[in-house]
């Protein structure tokens, strides 16, 4: 029985910031930016846009297309939960009116939160083949306006529907991990923005893709030759591109060729939205399918990174026909329709957005209709409505 991603939903909030404007800004060359790090727009979450109204937005993207009553199963991985006790998840299962017999939770650890959850869903699905799971991964990537990592930060997330005979990716058996009590990236509780050791995270997310690819491919018995991809968790698309370039330095022209074209078409999306934490590798994942022409049962292999940290690599199969689930000109419209912020719009908008909700605060939003967002707290009690 094959068991994998049969959906994708998209979602990122309607603003932006161009890395020129950025660039131009902060006194750097465009190019630091555009090249040096491989961002070309970042988008913004505004105070009516968290984790929990992003995750009911992307999965909203195709919640239509499937059987809700078949739902057992919906975990959410996140790095930017809004409640210490509550598991967002169950803010969305109730957005989405699932049956009250799903089972949900919320998990963490850093950017490899999602991965955590798929693995999980592939799991369940195996002993339940005739139900299916949701997974989301929402993150808002923030370290604070003239930050070092101010160029790295972005908002968004993806939902994966996992099921038995998918019609996307089918996964494969067996996963390599790694993990060490490291300290290259966190978040205290009593802080709004990550702490990160930036030179020291590239090193760490380097060292342990060496690892987990190295030994993934000595567990299946496989070459670097054998992918027709090869995938990344993207905090910005410069360490992705240097990831891969470790991976194909010794192989022949052709398969250099070809897993560097494949990577060109999976940064793209991270180009235009940025970091987005859980959601990065998946963001990937649905760029190359949009951006590239893979053959049926292309091998892609994905290289999952959470700092801390937690690294995995694994792959998966594309399903013949994959094209007719996913929705590129969707996603393009998505992009294409954002308000471009200036510098100045943009910075009051990220720091309006670190200040504290107070009880009783209401929020409207300048969302399409039909999508979801925080909405203020009323009672201590977060609110989401649609606009």
């Not at 727009?41 to 297309?65: E, F, P």
């Not at 951006?291 to 892609?300: G, Q, R, T, V």
Request: charged share 25%; proline share 3%.
């Amino acid at each position: 029985m094959r068991i994998g991603i049969d959906q994708i939903g998209f979602y990122t909030p309607n603003k932006y910031v161009d890395m020129v404007d950025l660039a131009h800004a902060r006194g750097e060359d465009p190019n630091k930016f555009l090249i040096g790090i491989g961002q070309r727009q970042m988008s913004v979450a505004d105070k009516t846009q968290d984790a929990v109204s992003m995750g009911i937005n992307a999965t909203l993207r195709y919640l239509d297309q499937i059987d809700k009553d078949k739902v057992g199963l919906l975990i959410f991985g996140t790095e930017s939960s809004v409640d210490q006790s509550k598991s967002a998840s169950l803010f969305v299962k109730s957005a989405l009116h699932l049956r009250p017999e799903v089972r949900t939770f919320e998990v963490k650890e850093a950017c490899f939160g999602l991965t955590a959850a798929l693995m999980t869903a592939r799991d369940f699905v195996r002993v339940h083949p005739d139900q299916t799971a949701i997974v989301i991964g929402s993150d808002i990537a923030r370290y604070g306006v003239k930050t070092p990592g101010e160029v790295t930060q972005g908002a968004g997330s993806i939902s994966l529907l996992v099921k038995s005979e998918p019609r996307i990716l089918s996964l494969n058996d067996g996963h390599s991990a790694y993990s060490e009590d490291i300290n290259d990236f966190w978040r205290p509780n009593n802080s709004a923005v990550a702490k990160v050791d930036g030179k020291y995270s590239t090193q760490v997310y380097l060292d342990f893709f060496k690892k987990t690819f190295e030994a993934y491919k000595e567990q299946k018995d496989w070459s670097t030759r054998d992918f027709s991809a090869l995938i990344y968790h993207l905090p910005f698309t410069k360490q992705g591109l240097k990831a891969n370039r470790l991976a194909i330095e010794d192989q022949d022209d052709v398969t250099k060729e070809r897993l560097s074209e494949t990577f060109e078409a999976s940064k793209q999306l991270s180009m235009r939205v940025g970091n987005i934490y859980t959601a990065s590798l998946y963001m990937s994942l649905l760029s190359l399918l949009e951006k590239y022409d893979l053959e049926p049962n292309s091998l892609i292999g994905l290289f999952s990174y959470g700092s801390g940290a937690m690294a995995e690599f694994f792959s998966g199969n594309v399903v013949d026909g994959y094209k007719e689930w996913i929705n590129p000109k969707g996603d393009t419209a998505l992009l294409d329709d954002r308000q471009r912020l200036t510098v100045e719009e943009y910075e009051k908008v990220f720091n309006q957005a670190l200040e504290p909700v107070a009880n009783n605060q209401e929020f409207t939003s300048d969302e399409h209709q039909g999508v979801w967002y925080f909405a203020g707290v009323k009672n201590d009690i977060r609110q989401y409505r649609q606009v």
